[in-house]
């Protein structure tokens, strides 16, 4: 299904302007969640919640929710597009907010170790990296069914982003920091065991350790980074923040609580583009999706 919705939205993309993408996606939410994602919206439903915190209104959790798959919908159609956008329009279409921290981390000379979670539009990101002359390559889960995860690969090595699969193990990622580059990871990605207990939004839960262990492992800093559309008006948002950096005898989970309270500021200010459809918190006798 996912496939052939690919498939359609990159055809339809040569025709129909981009605003109006936007609101036709907007528009067949309700009715896509309803049909086939009932239970993506429970569990992302119980996220908000805890997002919002126990004060919040439950149709405000709701509302909010409804609202993160919308925007997941135009995250959708900006990746249809992306290999089509030009590099100054990538560029002149983002307001960077930190880029210096982007700079002091590169001046380590072992690449950089980028952050970052299910928010606003990681690919989009990591194509507007590249088009600064920046090499960039991304940690990415394969996706089912396989002839959609090729699919969605080659649109992000269309645009400029080397797609590593997080089965291949460490040894591209580590090529790719020892050449100086960048290195993007969605650190934000709930597991059941292994990975490292951190605490987000005021819960434990269990997040893969493996971007602080890698930045350790190489002495590689650490860069927290979100890319958000501007909730203002049209185009996008980065936020950067400080290097971490480490050494080989600091533990990993410290890292990763440093990145993940990072992330959480961020996600505190644009809840509706947090895109978290799986259990971020562990609940007793049920899986995580």
Known sequence: MLYWFHVAGTFLMRFIPVDIAYRLVGGATPLVLQVFARGHLRRAT??????????????????V???????????????VRLPHLKSRELID?????????????YRYRKGVVFATGH?????MAGAAFAARGRPVSA????????????????TRTAAGVKAIPIENGPR???????????????????????????TFFGRT???PGGAATLALRTGSPVVPAALVRDPRGRGYLAHIGPPIVGSKGDDASVVMQGIMSWLE???????????????MWPVSGEPLL
């Open 65 to 79: 929710t409804r609202a993160a798959f919308a925007n997941y919908a135009r995250y959708m159609v900006d990746l």
């Open 172 to 198: 591209e990622m580590i090529a790719a920091l020892r050449k100086q580059e960048g290195l993007a990871v969605l650190v934000d990605r709930p597991l059941e065991e292994d990975g490292v207990a951190v």
């Open 139 to 154: 940690l990415v889960e394969t996706l089912e069914p396989a002839r959609w995860n090729e699919r969605v690969q080659r």
């Open 205 to 207: 839960t269990r997040v």
């Open 46 to 63: 119980d996220n908000m919640r805890q997002v919002l915190g126990p004060q919040a209104d439950p149709r405000e959790a709701a509302r």
């Open 93 to 105: 279409n983002i307001r960077v907010d930190g880029w210096e921290h982007v700079e002091a981390a």
């Open 119 to 123: 928010i606003g539009n990681w690919d």
């Open 265 to 279: 500021g961020i996600i505190r200010r644009y809840p509706d583009q947090w895109f978290m459809f799986r259990r």
